[in-house]
Nanobody, 126 residues
Framework: QVQLVESGGGLVQPGGSLRLSCATS????????IGWFRQVPGKEREAVSC????????TYTDSVKGRFTISRDNSKNTLYLQMNNLQAQDTAVYYC???????????????????WGQGTQVTVAT
């Protein structure tokens, strides 16, 4: 069974850091384009950062550039999102998602991703 399980969310003060993890099972992570998305109630889900299978290409939404870093450890079948200098506007449920095996290019469209985790809440507040 293909599964993605996020962890690492929580409550942090503005300026703080969190590292999200996405553990995969049922498939080998290195064969998939994979990414982090986030969603706030009442708003559409948006791509935060995505990475290609070869790790040669990454994307970041403008609001997190210079603060967030996506990485993957294929030996552990785990995707990470290091989030530094967190701000209130980063508050959201964060999801990891994987495209199908036929795809090698990044997409920032949520509908292009086939497998999703259950999400982890990140709250940035004093």
């Amino acid at each position: 069974q293909v599964q993605l399980v996020e962890s690492g969310g929580g409550l942090v003060q503005p300026g703080g850091s969190l590292r999200l993890s996405c553990a995969t099972s049922g498939f080998l992570l290195d064969g998939y384009v994979i990414g982090w998305f986030r969603q706030v109630p009442g708003k559409e889900r948006e791509a935060v950062s995505c990475i290609t299978t070869s790790d040669e290409s990454t994307t970041y939404t403008d609001s997190v550039k210079g603060r967030f870093t996506i990485s993957r450890d294929n030996s552990k079948n785990t995707l990470y999102l290091q989030m530094n200098n967190l701000q209130a506007q980063d508050t959201a449920v964060y999801y990891c998602a994987a495209r199908g095996t036929l795809y090698t290019e990044i997409s920032v469209a949520p509908y292009d991703y086939e497998t999703w985790g259950q999400g982890t809440q990140v709250t940035v507040a004093t």
